[in-house]
Structure formats: C-alpha cells, structure tokens
Nanobody, 125 residues
C-alpha cells in the first residue's frame, strides 16, 4: 500500500491559479508512476497529467499549456500547477500512483492502484 494525500485545492475565479500537492509516504516517488485525475459531478474520472519515474510528463489535451505537473523529490511530493483556470476545470482532483503500469504515462485510471481522497477545485466565472 502506498498512502497518498492531496491538499491545496480551493475556490478561484476564472483565470486564476492553484497548485494542489500530493504527499506520498512509505515509498519514494522516484520509484513510482504518478498522475493527477479529476472527476466532475456526473462525469467519469479522467486523466489530467501524468509523471513517470524518469521525469517525463503527459497532459490531457484540455489542460495542455495551462497545467504543469512536477515533483519535489526532497519532499516526496507531486504538484499540479494549474494556471488560466476555467469553470470547466471544476472537479474533485485525485492523485494516483503505482509501482508498475503498462503505459508509463498512462492517463487511464485503471492503471493506478493507489489513490488519495481528493481535493476540491472550484472555478467560478
């Protein structure tokens, strides 16, 4: 089991920024494949950005150029810098992790077995 804990969500107006974080314990993030997913009410959980243990990244088309995923290895924490936020970005944001994935940068939720409880992001117009 790999405990992951998200924090740093909140409420902002359109055009604003937030930077949720995902703290990992028991395992160093340099050995994990990780990602951020989001789920809006009544919608499927979708991949937003992923980060593999080689430092490579992948983004969903809807956030490319606005969001940036990064890791602080000293703090064993993953971040999601979200800029130019839109009301459509409103969702619960989840951090996911796994030691083994088929696609190293998969945006598919089924690839990841360890999930946090989520942090709410609300963007008003």
């Amino acid at each position: 089991q790999v405990p992951v804990v998200e924090s740093g969500g909140g409420s902002v107006q359109a055009g604003g920024s937030l930077r949720p974080s995902c703290a990992v314990s028991r395992v160093t993030i340099s050995s994990l494949y990780m990602g951020w997913f989001r789920q809006a009410p009544g919608m499927e959980r979708e991949g937003v950005a992923t980060f593999d243990k080689y430092g490579r990244t992948r983004y969903a088309g809807s956030v490319k150029g606005r969001f940036s995923i990064s890791a602080d290895y000293a703090k064993n924490t993953l971040y999601l810098q979200m800029n130019s936020l839109k009301p459509d970005d409103t969702a619960m944001y989840y951090c996911a992790a796994d030691e083994f994935v088929t696609d190293h940068l998969s945006l598919t939720r089924d690839e990841y077995n360890y999930w946090g409880q989520g942090t709410q992001v609300t963007v008003s117009s």
